[in-house]
């Protein structure tokens, strides 16, 4: 049996959604966004159709200047070093883009080591192009970067997964999860679902309620998610 550590980034592991800000910036959030919510297309359209609507201001210089003004959670290096120290393996699971994840995370840890799985934006003959690598078509997620699919190709059958994270691209995630942290709209989806979860604020939270669970040997694993792997493995 092994613990793995799985965060989402964009309101868990930094402070606020960079993604939409980044989209706010640059081009045009608020009808994509409304429209995005009210289904009337997929996330990977939205991200194509929000690109596509970047202002020639978006120019790389901008961005990175951009990205580095955003704000990371101050907890999550002791919370790697934590995961580090008791050998285990944390991802970073994204429906954002590695064009501010990368940076973001090398400038707060001091590193490139730690596995990002998200999309990806490049900057290529005078404009950005987004790219889905992480797409899925054997899942239902509200996702352009399947986190479910991250989470079992990591994992063998009788490992504990704990996720983290905020929102509703986590949504999916967190029914193959064993031990979950939720805030935001992703708690309250959790008590819907009756997902039993840690709500939070901070991960210097997460990390407490992990080292006390720790001392308890207390990482049972969890019944429902169990069977949702098994299910999704078979069906894979
Ligand atoms: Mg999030
Ligand atoms: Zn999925």
Not at 128 to 153: D, T
Request: hydrophobic share 40%; charged share 25%; with cysteine.
């Amino acid at each position: 049996m092994r613990l793995h550590l799985f965060l989402d980034f964009d309101g868990t592991i930094s402070i606020g959604d960079v993604g939409d800000k980044l989209v706010g910036t640059f081009g045009s959030f608020d009808i994509l966004h409304n429209e995005l919510l009210a289904g009337e297309f997929t996330v990977a359209e939205y991200y194509r159709r929000a690109i596509a609507s970047f202002s020639n201001n978006a120019t790389p210089e901008a961005v990175d200047d951009f990205v580095q003004r955003q704000q990371l959670d101050t907890g999550l290096a002791p919370l790697l070093e934590w995961s580090r120290t008791n050998s285990i393996p944390a991802t970073v699971v994204s429906d954002g883009f590695d064009v501010y994840i990368c940076p973001l995370l090398k400038r707060e840890l001091g590193t490139d080591d730690i596995p990002i799985a998200s999309n990806t934006l490049s900057f290529e003959g005078g404009s950005w192009r987004p790219a889905f690598p992480g797409a899925s078509e054997s899942c239902s997620c509200f996702c352009a970067s399947c986190k479910r699919n991250v989470i079992l190709s990591k994992i063998d059958d009788d490992d504990v997964v704990i996720y983290v994270g905020d929102g509703l691209s986590d949504v999916c995630a967190v029914r193959y999860a064993d031990v979950v942290f939720a805030k935001g709209s992703l708690a309250a989806s959790c008590t819907e679902e009756g997902i039993p979860h840690h709500t939070y604020r901070s991960l210097t939270e997460v990390l407490i309620i992990l080292q006390r669970r720790m001392k308890d040997n207390d990482f049972p694993r969890r019944r429902q998610a169990r069977l949702a792997r098994k299910r999704a493995f078979e069906s894979e």
